[in-house]
């Protein structure tokens, strides 16, 4: 079993629409939540952090984190052509493990207009 | 937010030859930095985690007399791969932790013929 898990996709949604992307963690003692968006050819850039259970929002993106089930979503409404990426989930340990991330293999994203 | 640059972006060179790559943050002091690798269509791969003033943390499978890495300063990372071959040909990115997340350098493309 892999340590961060996430549909490999690929995910279409037409424009406008709510985009949803999925993430389960298999180590429990997991701190923090990351979502980066990596488009083709280009490094990945980070978008948004979470740390506490429930939902957070910046501006078109909600994270929402459940520690309990070891989930991490990313929802991205109003979806843009622009959204169109591979999204991946990071999450880091604690302890000396704390700056270290795990990397899921990402989800690709294809936003139709 | 915050700027890691690399240099080069770009470089292609023969079968043997050494080729070093820089990753410098320009707005932050960065402790701790990261170097991934990463093939085409592929999710990152951690290569080694490099230290501020000691020795670099290598994962599982990666030769550290291949792939010398030195973090002599706050601000700069260096790779440096070794007598490169072609199947070392792959984008490599670095990646600054900063607390709340990494920021990814934009990446170099290497190409070994």
């Known amino acids: 079993q892999k340590e961060v898990e996430q549909n490999s996709g690929p995910l279409s949604v037409p424009e406008g629409a709510i985009a949803s992307l999925n993430c389960t963690y298999s180590?429990?003692?997991?701190?923090?939540f990351f979502w980066y968006r990596q488009y083709s050819g280009k490094s990945p850039e980070l978008i948004m952090f979470?740390?506490?259970?429930g939902d957070k929002e910046d501006g078109r993106f909600t994270a929402q984190l459940n520690k309990a089930s070891q989930y991490v979503s990313l929802l991205i409404r109003d979806s843009q052509p622009s959204d169109s990426a591979t999204y991946l989930c990071a999450v880091n340990g604690e302890g000396t493990n704390a700056g270290k991330s795990t990397f899921g293999d990402g989800t690709t994203l294809t936003v139709k207009p | 937010g915050a700027v890691v640059s690399q240099h080069p972006s770009r470089v292609i060179c023969k079968s043997g030859t050494s080729v070093k790559i820089e990753c410098r943050s320009l707005d932050f002091q960065a402790t701790t930095m990261f170097w991934y690798r990463q093939f085409p269509k592929q999710s990152l791969m951690l290569m080694a985690t490099?230290?501020?003033?000691?020795?670099?943390?290598?994962e599982q499978g990666v030769e550290k007399d291949k792939f010398l890495i030195n973090h002599a300063s706050l601000t700069l990372s260096t790779l440096t791969v070794t007598s490169a071959h072609p199947e070392d040909s792959s984008f490599y990115i670095c990646?600054?932790?900063?607390?709340?997340?990494?920021?990814f350098g934009p990446g170099t493309r290497l190409t070994v013929l």
């Open positions: 180590d429990r003692g997991s701190q923090s």
């Open positions: 490099s230290n501020e003033g000691s020795k670099a943390t290598y």
């Open positions: 990646s600054a932790e900063r607390g709340f997340g990494q920021y």
């Open positions: 979470i740390y506490s259970n």
